[in-house]
DNA sequence: GCGGAACGTTCTGTATACAACACACAGCAC
DNA sequence: GTGCTGTGTGTTGTATACAGAACGTTCCGC
């Protein structure tokens, strides 16, 4: 219902806008970031005095933290026991992909069609930024997903939303991989040139059609320079 | 949580299946009991000491619960501010369904090809139950998402499966509602026996086809009876 | 009477303390 | 040597203590 700008949090806003950032988020963000990064090795053990004493605070924000990233599938935790890092493994990927398959499509169909003209020139805006950070591929990749986000954003199902939100926080894990792969941001952008023409024309169908042929190419591309990789 | 099944790296997994129920575990569920049976009104708010009295126990636990029932919809927590009893809405309704007939036939599609005839008896033996439990709105229910979870158990892609999961617990809210509906455990029945027959002949597609319209019925009759109840 | 600021209450967020449990290893019996 | 048991260490789960923020109230100035 109520629409947020940039900010990535979910929604909520009853007395202030809440951007008060509370630790528990920023612990989770910083080991996020780790393991993403592959600073956290697959299936390491995250021991939350260890996690609490590196990150400079004590236990409570860390399992909070612990919470929100298995949530997010970037750790399992074992009652009693304690917190792995979560594997990566290239079933895992294309499950997901399925998964991203089924959802992303049709919300981006619905968000097409709800947009105004100030949010297609918000969106115009990354998209440029996108074609000049094709040298990098991690700016790259953010805005990649920027756009996407704030497309999401005008999806008038909020629970289909979040769920595609759910999938993005999980394909984020395999972001090491896409960064390997050979001259990914140029035909991205070939891509998503089909998606932007659909964005422009306000054409659901032509958007959802795009999305579809974008993750399944990304699928492709991921599987194939994993097994190159592994 | 995550079913395990054939994971190749060695991952020593919990060393005890983890039957020791947690605290924080226990109280979700009673908390999330009480806010289905509307024990709890929507938008009340949920101040964490208060609970805590309520339940007998400190602020530890419930504080976990609480964000455990914020992740299964049943809660808003806004930061600094606390936890709310999530609103319950007919556009909610809708929407969830919506995404549930993007994500839960094609479970189930992939689960009924996946079955064993052992899979088959169990499910012919929770339908049974279901039928001699038509009389109880609550006790049919819970046999009803018996039986589609035992079969979405099967399904190969764990993270559709988690999906699901999620939103057939979203999903649980609406259950008072569904408890009003006449006729509804016969009529569910009835339609339930398509899919039924589909699980036993291992036809994945018959058995897409006929969640989809399991999903679009109880859509409609929710939609009807939330607008005769509201 | 009305607006606004200072105050006080109440709650969350974070830190710390304590208890229960799990695992590893050493020592003993056989 | 093998298997069991008791102890020790480390980690999680829960309770409690403390600090700061948000909200309501009251009191003052006008």
Same mark, same amino acid.
């Given at each position: 219902m109520t629409k947020q700008a940039p900010t990535l949090v979910l929604d909520e806003e009853p007395p202030h806008p809440a951007e008060h950032k509370?630790?528990?988020?920023?612990?989770?963000?910083?080991?996020?970031?780790?393991i993403i990064m592959g600073e956290e090795a697959p299936g390491a053990r995250l021991t939350e005095l260890d996690v609490a004493r590196r990150a400079g605070v004590s236990r409570s924000p860390v399992r909070e933290a612990l919470r929100i990233l298995e949530g997010e599938g970037?750790?399992?935790?074992?009652?009693?026991?304690?917190? *792995?890092?979560? *594997?990566?493994?290239?079933?895992?990927?294309?499950?997901?992909y399925e998964c991203r398959m089924l959802l992303e499509p049709v919300c981006m169909r619905l968000a097409v069609v709800a947009l105004t003209d100030g949010d297609i020139d918000e969106l115009e805006d990354v998209r440029r930024r996108m074609e000049s950070a094709s040298t990098s591929p991690r700016l790259f990749l953010s805005l990649n997903v920027q756009y996407f986000r704030t497309l999401a954003l005008h999806?008038?199902?909020?629970?289909?939303?979040?769920?595609?939100?759910?999938?993005?926080?999980?394909?984020?894990?395999?972001?090491s991989i896409f960064a390997r792969i050979p001259h990914y941001a140029e035909v991205s952008i070939m891509q998503h040139t089909t998606l932007h023409d659909a964005v422009r024309a306000g054409d659901g169908a032509a958007a959802e059609r795009a999305d579809r042929l974008i993750?399944?190419?990304?699928? *492709?591309?991921?599987?194939?320079?994993?097994e190159h990789v592994a």
């Open positions: 509370l630790l528990s988020r920023t612990v989770a963000d910083w080991l996020a970031e780790r970037l750790v399992d935790i074992a009652p009693r026991y304690g917190a *792995h890092v979560a *594997h990566i493994g290239i079933a895992d990927v294309e499950e997901l999806c008038p199902n909020d629970t289909l939303r979040e769920l595609v939100e759910l999938t993005w926080k999980k394909a984020v894990r395999y972001w993750l399944e190419r990304a699928l *492709h591309e991921i599987v194939a320079t994993f």
